[in-house]
């Protein structure tokens, strides 16, 4: 974004109403692009039970710099697994804890074991990607 003033010398508070203030166009263009990323993040995120979904918010302030909007995903103590759905696991061992063995299925047979080694998953990185996107 580029702005420009035509006058001879530029008042303060002409400069601050255009860079500063939440109703400027700098702050008008920040809030648009975070309205972007925000919906391009509703898109991406994966949804079980909604929850994570529910969350993604927008939080705008202002600071010393200017204003500013962030573009937030989770309820601390209530998606606990959000660092795992957006950045991913490594490679762990699950092993049974409330009962003696863990039960699956694999090529359609039952199988019982007292732990097994997880390959790790691939994190969604949908916030980041939302970002880029918009």
């Avoid at 035509?6 to 166009?25: C, M, T």
């Avoid at 702050?27 to 919906?39: C, E, I, K």
């Amino acid at each position: 974004m580029s702005a420009t003033y035509l006058g001879h010398a530029p008042n303060e508070y002409v400069i601050r109403s255009i860079f500063h203030d939440e109703d400027g166009p700098v702050g008008r263009d920040l809030d648009a692009r975070s309205r972007r990323v925000l919906a391009r993040a509703r898109t991406l995120v994966g949804v079980r039970s909604g929850t994570l979904l529910a969350s993604l918010r927008r939080e705008s302030g202002h600071t010393a710099t200017g204003p500013y909007v962030d573009v937030v995903a989770g309820v601390r103590g209530l998606t606990t697994y959000l660092g795992w759905h957006h950045d991913g696991t490594p490679p762990h061992v699950i092993r049974a804890r409330r009962r003696r063995a863990l039960r699956f299925t694999v090529g359609g047979r039952v199988v019982f074991a007292r732990s097994v080694r997880h390959p790790g998953s691939a994190g969604s990185r949908f916030l980041t990607r939302a970002l880029d996107a918009a």
